[in-house]
């Protein structure tokens, strides 16, 4: 094979401005050969004859190679390399207008987009296991929890559910979180334990309970609001909707920077 100066073979090169590999072998095929019927160009180019006979038509659209007829032999011959800038001019010309189209067109291309965006998903809970089972089911996928809840608030079964599964299951699977609650919960061990950085936890306190009658957990997108208005029943409120998430972690960063430790 020719090389070039930096030792880039030259059917690299005219790939790289748009040919195909053989289209590119055959094309210097007939520059060194000069006019050939396609079973010689087949030969001399080391490709089988039906794959060189569509790539010489392929090249003569393309406007770099041209045919004539010697008797009965019908003959290929590669066009002057100046034929290749017209190409490159051609190819440019067909950029042109396919980014023109698309520009015009790509609004309605990111409309399909809006229109598959998921709906918010809405669901309620009731009663204590279905309300423990979706908190379980919060932490897979989470890469961080934000929470707001009165530890004194929390129904006494809800409480050691809290404390022996809930949590538990947290920091076994790695799972930071952030609580925010009023002074209360100092008198508990999540406050002891958010001072080991092995548990994973954050907690900040403010001068007022938030929530007193319920709680309020952040995950990626989701949120779930616990209700604990009747004192023999607990209900549980999943949001799940990236928008409304995003807002309710800004403002729950906002009172976490204004908490105090």
């Known amino acids: 094979m020719t090389?070039?100066?930096n030792g880039t073979l030259l059917w690299q090169v005219l790939t790289n401005i748009g040919l195909t590999e053989k289209e590119a072998k055959i094309y210097l095929t007939l520059l060194t050969t000069g006019a050939q019927p396609a079973s010689i160009v087949a030969k001399k180019a080391g490709l089988n004859r039906t794959t060189t006979y569509l790539n010489l038509e392929e090249l003569k659209n393309k406007g770099l190679v041209n045919t004539s007829n010697k008797g009965k032999l019908y003959l290929f011959q590669a066009n002057d390399p100046a034929c290749l800038e017209k190409f490159i001019e051609s190819e440019k010309q067909q950029i042109m207008k396919k980014e023109?189209?698309?520009?015009n067109n790509i609004p309605y291309i990111k409309r399909l987009i809006q229109n598959n965006t998921p709906k918010p998903k809405a669901e309620t809970h009731e009663g204590f296991k279905s309300v423990q089972s979706l908190l379980l089911e919060m932490l897979r996928p989470s890469t961080e929890i934000c929470c707001y809840f009165n530890f004194e608030t929390l129904p006494p079964n809800l409480r050691v559910f809290f404390e022996?599964?809930?949590f538990a299951k947290r920091l076994r699977l790695k799972i930071p979180i952030k609580i925010i609650s009023d002074a209360s919960i100092k008198t508990h061990k999540l406050y002891v334990q958010s001072q080991n950085p092995k548990f994973k936890?954050?907690?900040?306190?403010i001068d007022q309970s938030i929530m007193e009658e319920g709680s309020m957990f952040l995950t990626d997108n989701k949120t779930i609001m616990l209700n604990f208005n009747d004192e023999h029943n607990v209900y549980g409120n999943l949001i799940e909707n990236n928008s409304c998430s995003k807002i309710l972690h800004h403002n729950f960063q906002q009172i976490w920077n204004q908490a105090t430790d």
Request: net charge positive; hydrophobic share 55%; no cysteine.
């Open 201 to 205: 936890s954050k907690i900040k306190i």
């Open 164 to 166: 022996k599964d809930l």
């Open 100 to 103: 023109f189209l698309l520009q």
């Open 3 to 5: 090389f070039i100066n």
